[in-house]
Structure formats: structure tokens, C-alpha cells
T-cell receptor, first 109, second 113 residues
Framework: RKEVEQDPGPFNVPEGATVAFNCTYS??????FFWYRQDCRKEPKLLMS???SGNEDGRFTAQLNRASQYISLLIRDSKLSDSATYLC??????????FGAGTRLFVKA | NAGVTQTPKFQVLKTGQSMTLQCAQD?????MYWYRQDPGMGLRLIYY???????DKGEVPNGYNVSRLNKREFSLRLESAAPSQTSVYFC????????????FGPGTRLTVL
């Protein structure tokens, strides 16, 4: 079983839609979590950190559920420019971060 | 301020050939990392360097060696390339450790025939 699992998608949504991704992690010792965004054939870039209390950054909301060991990313009012792969990342201590394989999102006009 | 740079961008090797992937960062970061990304598998850590003068194995170090040349540069060497090493290689850096934001280079697409 992968330590961090994501639905690979793709999610195809129209502009303006709300879309949510979930990510599950297997290591209960995981301390911190992040969402990275990766455009096609580009490098990953940090989208947002995920705090225990949940956090929001504009149209993006991230939440953590430690009891069920999953994190989520909600994107409201989707834009064409949101089309990308979203990587879920768990930090487990030391220099170990585990990247999920990513969820692909296509936003259509 | 270029961030993290990698060379080359693309490379094709024959099985058994060797090559070195170069990475440099200009953000005065202490920690640097080498990852490989394969379809359906996410990024996997090959080696990392917590600080200048130290290097450690990550999840998939076999077939690779690294050198932290100075604070700015961290190279990855394939001594005898194998088709299983066909991948996209990303270098990253962080200010202190893996809990910090990781800044990635643009990647090197390597094909081993």
C-alpha cells in the first residue's frame, strides 16, 4: 500500500464549478501536510500547507482529518488556469516527505 | 534570482553509459534533494543533503551517487545507466529541512535505451 494515495483522476469540470480532491495517508506519525501543484511538464510548486484547523487561501480550502487519516483540497469557482496535477504531500519527520502520485484536473470552458 | 537550475534539460543515454546531472540554487538554502518522478508513482527521494558537507540516502538510492560540491551545488551521478533509470529527475532545495517549502528545479528528462 502506498503511504500517500490519491485518486489519479482526471477530474473534468466546467469553469466555475467546485471540485474536491481527497488524499489518504497510512503513516499515523505523519506530522504535516501540503498540497503542491504541478503543471504539465513543469516542476511542482507549493500551493498551500494544511493545518489541523483547516485553512483557506482565496478559492482554495485545505482540511485535515487525522482520525480518518485524510486531507482534502477544495477549489471553488474553478478557472481554466487551475488545470494541473495536484500533489498531496505528507511530512513524516527528519528529511522524509512522501509525495502522492497526484490528481489531474482539467477545467473546461 | 534564478532559484533552482538544472542541466541538462533532456538527455538520452545508452545502457551502461554514465552521466552527471547538475543542480544549483541561489537562495542560500542549506538543504538540497534529488527526486525522480515516474508515471503513477509520485516523486521519490533518491538522495538528500541536509547541509553542505553531508549527504544521505533516500528511498531509492541504488544506482546513483551524489556530491554536495558547495552550498549552492548538488550533483547526481549515474555510473552505469540502466533502462529502469528512465525518468524525470528533479532537484529541490529548502532553507532548513523537509518541513520547509521545497523549491524545485525545472527537471531533467532522462531516457536510457
Amino acid at each position: 500500500r502506498k503511504e500517500v494515495e490519491q485518486d489519479p483522476g482526471p477530474f473534468n469540470v466546467p469553469e466555475g464549478a467546485t471540485v474536491a480532491f481527497n488524499c489518504t495517508y497510512s503513516n499515523s506519525a505523519s506530522q504535516s501536510f501540503f498540497w503542491y501543484r504541478q503543471d504539465c511538464r513543469k516542476e511542482p510548486k507549493l500551493l498551500m500547507s494544511v493545518y489541523s484547523s483547516g485553512n483557506e487561501d482565496g478559492r482554495f480550502t485545505a482540511q485535515l482529518n487525522r482520525a480518518s487519516q485524510y486531507i482534502s483540497l477544495l477549489i471553488r469557482d474553478s478557472k481554466l488556469s487551475d488545470s494541473a496535477t495536484y500533489l498531496c504531500v505528507a511530512y513524516t519527520g527528519g528529511f522524509k516527505t512522501i509525495f502522492g502520485a497526484g490528481t489531474r484536473l482539467f477545467v473546461k470552458a | 534570482n534564478a532559484g533552482v537550475t538544472q542541466t541538462p534539460k533532456f538527455q538520452v543515454l545508452k545502457t551502461g553509459q554514465s552521466m552527471t546531472l547538475q543542480c544549483a540554487q541561489d537562495m542560500n538554502h542549506n538543504s538540497m534533494y534529488w527526486y525522480r518522478q515516474d508515471p503513477g508513482m509520485g516523486l521519490r527521494l533518491i538522495y538528500y543533503s541536509a547541509s553542505e558537507g553531508t549527504t544521505d540516502k533516500g528511498e531509492v538510492p541504488n544506482g546513483y551517487n551524489v556530491s554536495r560540491l558547495n552550498k549552492r551545488e548538488f550533483s547526481l551521478r549515474l555510473e552505469s545507466a540502466a533502462p529502469s533509470q528512465t525518468s524525470v529527475y528533479f532537484c529541490a532545495s529548502t532553507s532548513r529541512g523537509a518541513l520547509d517549502t521545497q523549491y524545485f528545479g525545472p527537471g531533467t528528462r532522462l531516457t536510457v535505451l
